[in-house]
């Protein structure tokens, strides 16, 4: 049978649908990439999609954004824009590589995976799919987020072993976090939590005042090259 017309049979796409995927390579046959539109199948190989075919189905995508100063991370506050008004075909970084096809539904139901303030800048996710918010900001996350803050003035004699652990804010000790100065006015920050305005504060309580921060990194996902204001969506070969 017909590669195409077995996975109609199975449920799991129509014809049209499935040759496509075979195009663009999201369909696995006993684990290997099917290449070819007229390969031909038995009922006991293995069929599978992968993570683009099945965001392409589901309307559910993962975007990461480099959120510019000035937009907030939820809902539009103060005459301020929702980083989600980025998410615009004109905005989708040309290097994008995800193979996924551009859809208004995509620009619906996203919700931030930790936010970043309007005065910060770099990587934020949007997400449609719960499953990736919870993995990176549900209460059991040990989810790395990487950071590079500059200050301005004097940090206090063990300011800097403060803000590795010792600090509480709003009554409740601070997990262990990872600070080193980067040159003589940036830090860089790894944290494990995402309290608001996290880093602005543990700064304040050792003598330091953040004029700029911006995200680089959350678990093995990194901003790279991605110009600031423009998006891609989350490769199938990616995870955080």
């Known amino acids: 049978m017909r590669l195409a017309k077995r996975m109609a049979v199975l449920g799991l796409c129509s014809r049209r649908e499935a ?24 009922e006991k190989d293995e069929i599978s999609l992968n993570r683009s075919a099945q ?19 939820a809902q539009p506050e103060k005459n301020y824009k929702a980083a989600a008004a980025l998410i615009t075909k004109q905005n989708q970084w040309i290097e994008d590589r995800s193979k996924i096809q551009f859809s208004r539904q995509h620009q619906y139901g996203l919700a931030p995976a930790g936010r970043l303030d309007i005065d910060s800048v770099g990587l934020l996710i949007l997400t449609q799919d719960g499953v990736v918010a919870k993995q990176l900001i549900g209460e059991s996350s040990t989810t790395d987020k990487e950071y590079l803050v ?16 010792g600090l509480s ?72």
């Open 169 to 240: 804010l709003d009554d409740q000790q601070l997990l262990p976090a990872t600070v080193t100065w980067q040159n003589e006015d940036q830090l860089r920050f790894i944290l494990r939590q995402g309290k608001k305005r996290q880093i602005r504060r543990m700064c304040e309580l050792v003598g330091l005042h953040v004029v700029g921060l911006k995200r680089i990194r959350i678990g093995k996902i990194h901003l790279g090259k991605l110009p600031p204001g423009q998006w891609r969506y989350l490769r199938d070969d990616e995870q955080f």
């Open 150 to 165: 500059r200050v301005t003035g004097k940090i206090i004699n063990n300011g800097l072993k403060l803000l590795n652990h």
């Open 19 to 42: 040759d496509s995927y075979i195009l663009q390579g999201w369909v696995r046959v006993n684990g290997k990439v099917a290449t070819l539109k007229g390969q031909k199948v038995t």
């Open 55 to 73: 965001n392409q189905q589901s309307g559910k995508v993962t975007i990461l954004l480099n959120k510019p100063v000035g937009y907030v991370s």
